[in-house]
């Protein structure tokens, strides 16, 4: 699904985002990244959805490989990852529905089944009965989850989450992580960056990542 060798990302300031990245990620994986702000955490997911290229290495998601001159293969790639970021992006003056309905507009898929895949991943996120209300009226939490349902609704292969919980109460927090590991499955991989590592789960399968100074120290329990 992903697989990284000796990828390093340097920035045109000559800022060393990434050195020397060994990875190898599978479906239906659940990966933990933490590390202090500015270690590399949100490079290397911007390096997952092809947003930057690597400097150096071989990066390939999804078997395809990210690398300058692919634009193609790099936006079709796009449609099987569900991004999740602390900035919502939710469009003001539309409803939660509208707002998750216009991240599948460009698949291709009949209005019907558009609406019935939002619908369900509301269901999921458990904001059915906020269908009809205005995006700018949710509270910080609920427009979280309209985040990740408007990413999950296509069903995505690869579920990005960059610091979901920041700005969050804990209770709140907590929720969301829930939330984001439930859709893990077969066939899915949800890696999810983080700070807080107290909100961190113990599952026995998970995959930790620590990154520093842009080095990865990888532990996968078994």
Known sequence: MIEA???TLQYQDDTL????????IKPGDLVYITGPSG????????LFMGIEYPTSGILTVMGQTVK????????RLRRSIGPVFQEFKLIKGR????????????LGMRKKDIREAAAYALDRVGLGHKKTSLVENLSWGEAQRVAIARA?????????????????????AVNIMEILKSFRDSNTAVIITTHATHLIGQEADAMYIRIDNGHLTINRRA
Request: aromatic share 2%; glycine share 8%; proline share 3%.
């Open 39 to 46: 270690s590399g955490k949100t490079s290397l997911l911007k």
């Open 95 to 106: 409803t939660v529905m509208e707002n998750v309905m216009t991240g599948m507009r460009f």
């Open 17 to 24: 985002a990434l050195q020397d990245v060994n990875l190898s």
């Open 152 to 172: 999950v609704a296509r069903k995505p292969s690869i579920i990005l989450a960059d610091e979901p919980t920041g700005n969050l109460d804990h209770d709140n």
């Open 5 to 7: 060798r000796q990828v």
């Open 68 to 75: 300058k001159g692919e634009t193609a293969g790099i936006r």
